[in-house]
T-cell receptor, first 116, second 113 residues
């Protein structure tokens, strides 16, 4: 099966600019996650979707970050305006349903964002 | 508040020997523990997991041990191969709703030929 697709792979922007990331999960996977991985740290959940509804966005900085999952398939994550501390790898992941978490999520390759 | 801790940033072993990666956690409510492997410029890939009601799970060269009383788990790789060189993340989750994975900071394993 095709994996989780993310684009772009790399992005460099100036602070206060806006940026958007795109994710296409594995076909049929109802649950989609966005994680932020800052250099030297483990990934941290930003938002979890179940189909097109938000399950958990408690760690999403809502003053500058937004995410949507239209039609329960693709998802976009936006940052506006970006800050220097947003420099990180943004990982998208998907899973068939929460009950299969023993088998883990499938992650995409990520988008590396550098804010200068 | 770091709920999952990997206190060794790096580990170096010889090919053919055992690699032991350690992980500690603080939240006794976690239901599952997972190990992910990450190569540079790639996303993490699922390696092996263990339920909180088990104390051991084995898959080929990889074995995960869970000591609930000590809130400690470890990943054993036997025998280690150069292709195992990667960053290994320990992760934990609670079921029942927001099944988010909580990750440690990772341990970089280097297997020398």
């Amino acid at each position: 099966e095709a994996g989780v697709a993310q684009s772009p792979r790399y992005k460099i922007i100036e602070k206060r600019q806006s940026v958007a990331f795109w994710c296409n999960p594995i076909s049929g996977h109802a649950t989609l996650y966005w994680y932020q991985q800052i250099l030297g740290q483990g990934p941290k959940l930003l938002i979890q979707f179940q189909n097109n509804g938000v399950v958990d966005d408690s760690q999403l900085p809502k003053d500058r970050f937004s995410a949507e999952r239209l039609k329960g398939v693709d998802s976009t994550l936006k940052i506006q305006p970006a800050k220097l501390e947003d420099s990180a790898v943004y990982l998208c992941a998907s899973s068939l349903d929460p009950g299969r978490l023993f088998y883990g999520y499938t992650f995409g390759s990520g988008t590396r964002l550098t804010v200068v | 508040d770091q709920q999952v801790k990997q206190n060794s940033p790096s580990l170096s072993v010889q090919e053919g020997r055992i690699s032991i990666l350690n992980c500690d956690y603080t939240n006794s409510m976690f239901d599952y523990f997972l190990w992910y492997k990450k190569y540079p410029a790639e996303g993490p890939t699922f390696l092996i997991s263990i339920s909180s009601i088990k104390d051991k799970n084995e898959d080929g060269r990889f074995t995960v041990f869970l000591n609930k009383s000590a809130k400690h788990l470890s990943l054993h790789i036997v025998p280690s191969q150069p292709g195992d060189s990667a960053v290994y993340f320990c992760a934990a989750l609670r079921g029942g709703g927001s099944e988010k994975l909580v990750f440690g900071k990772g341990t970089k394993l280097t297997v020398n030929p």
